[in-house]
């Protein structure tokens, strides 16, 4: 099993710039998140789904978006980059009850 | 917000020598994780702990839940160098999928 994987890992944006960073699981979790860790933070949660078709906002989604079509996959989108958004971006899935599992990250700058 | 805090910030100490970590959460939780960020890395997940639980082990991890206090604590026995890394606690919230974390606490273990 891979776990959880993202993709890209590494980006650079220019502002006003969109992108989407893709999550993807094989453990057939319920629920995924997206989360933000600036230098020396903790994490900060984006959007989590609690199943397919389903979203919800978590502390900080502005300037986010997300959608989860399929169980596996969860992607977050920015529509329009800001330097406030250079970050590393993590994924997390997890069953019910269960704890979360993390993918790799994703190193993103907005110049 | 129901997200965990850590206490202390930060914790050096020598190997061999046990570390303890705190964590206040706000509401009533289904149950608390601990996780393991080494530098640059996603997390780990380390343990579990449910609200019906009062003390759990594994390995060199010793975790307590005192849901009337809605705190908790990691004690890690026995430090070694390899222990260093940022700790952090998260919530599984009763009513609530979404999963917050803290600051966290930076552990240093001297070798």
């Known amino acids: 099993n891979a776990g959880v994987t993202q993709t890209p890992k590494f980006r650079v944006l220019k502002t006003g710039q969109s992108m989407t960073l893709l999550c993807a699981q094989d453990m057939n979790h319920e629920y995924m998140y997206w989360y933000r860790q600036d230098p020396g933070m903790g994490l900060r949660l984006i959007h989590y789904?609690?199943?397919?078709?389903?979203?919800a906002k978590g502390e900080v989604p502005d300037g986010y978006n997300v959608s989860r079509l399929k169980k596996q996959n969860f992607l977050l989108g920015l529509e329009s980059a800001a330097p406030s958004q250079t970050s590393v971006y993590f994924c997390?899935?997890?069953?019910?009850?269960?704890?979360?599992?993390f993918g790799p990250g994703t190193r993103l700058t907005v110049t | 917000s129901q997200q965990g805090e850590e206490d202390p910030q930060a914790l050096s100490i020598q190997e061999g020598e046990n570390a303890t970590m705190n964590c206040s959460y706000k509401?009533?939780?289904?149950?608390l994780q601990w996780y393991r960020q080494n530098s640059g890395r996603g997390l780990v997940h380390l343990i579990l702990i449910r609200s019906n639980e009062r003390e759990k082990h594994s390995g060199r991890l010793r975790v307590t839940l005192d849901t009337s206090k809605k705190s908790s604590s990691l004690l890690i026995t026995a430090s070694r160098a390899a222990d260093t890394a940022s700790y952090f606690c998260?919530?599984?919230?009763?009513?609530?999928?979404?999963?917050?974390f803290g600051a966290g606490t930076r552990l240093t273990v001297k070798p």
């Open positions: 789904s609690v199943g397919e078709g389903t979203t």
């Open positions: 997390a899935s997890r069953g019910i009850g269960a704890g979360l599992s």
């Open positions: 998260a919530t599984d919230a009763y009513n609530n999928n979404d999963m917050r």
């Open positions: 509401t009533s939780i289904n149950n």
